[in-house]
């Protein structure tokens, strides 16, 4: 049987990584992480984040070094997450938010990996796009 156990980011420092997303979820560092390794928990599954000496950023949307993956989270009030991200060290990249409110913002994490807030709640995912809730 398969199981996901782990996800994990490199980057060239574990308990800074580890420590901004940690912030941003609200869940502890896991007991034991070092510069060499560091992990958030969620349930069965880890967030861990590896030290890479030549470690290169992603620099998306630009192919030559594309970001591989990227985190979403789900948020109920994207401008307050907004502020609190941006405040732990986040940049903000590009702006999908439509004029109802729904959509997502990708942003990038203190070392340029890129993740998005989300604000999809109510969205209906068909073969021809997304349908938008009509109201908040």
Same mark, same amino acid.
């Given at each position: 049987?398969?199981?996901?156990?782990?996800?994990?980011?490199?980057?060239?420092?574990?308990?800074?990584?580890?420590?901004?997303?940690?912030?941003?979820?609200?869940?502890?560092?896991?007991?034991?992480?070092?510069?060499?390794?560091?992990?958030?928990?969620?349930? #069965? =599954? /880890?967030?861990?984040?590896? %030290? @890479?000496? +030549?470690?290169?950023?992603?620099?998306?949307p630009d192919?030559?070094? *594309?970001?591989?993956?990227?985190?979403?989270?789900?948020?109920? #009030? =994207? /401008?307050?997450?907004?502020? %609190? @991200?941006? +405040?732990?060290?986040a940049t903000?990249?590009?702006?999908?938010?439509? *004029?109802?409110?729904?959509?997502?913002?990708?942003?990038?994490?203190?070392?340029?990996?890129?993740?998005?807030?989300?604000?999809?709640?109510?969205?209906?995912?068909?073969?021809?796009?997304?349908?938008?809730?009509?109201?908040?």
């Amino acid at each position: 049987m398969l199981r996901l156990t782990d996800f994990i980011i490199d980057c060239p420092d574990t308990m800074k990584l580890a420590a901004f997303y940690s912030e941003v979820t609200g869940r502890p560092i896991k007991e034991g992480s070092s510069e060499d390794w560091a992990g958030i928990r969620f349930g #069965e =599954i /880890e967030l861990a984040f590896i %030290r @890479v000496d +030549d470690y290169r950023a992603p620099q998306w949307p630009d192919s030559g070094h *594309p970001k591989q993956f990227h985190l979403d989270f789900e948020v109920d #009030e =994207i /401008e307050s997450e907004q502020r %609190r @991200v941006l +405040d732990l060290g986040a940049t903000l990249r590009q702006d999908f938010i439509g *004029p109802n409110g729904y959509g997502w913002r990708v942003y990038t994490d203190p070392f340029g990996h890129p993740f998005c807030l989300c604000r999809n709640r109510g969205v209906i995912w068909t073969d021809q796009g997304p349908t938008w809730p009509t109201g908040d």
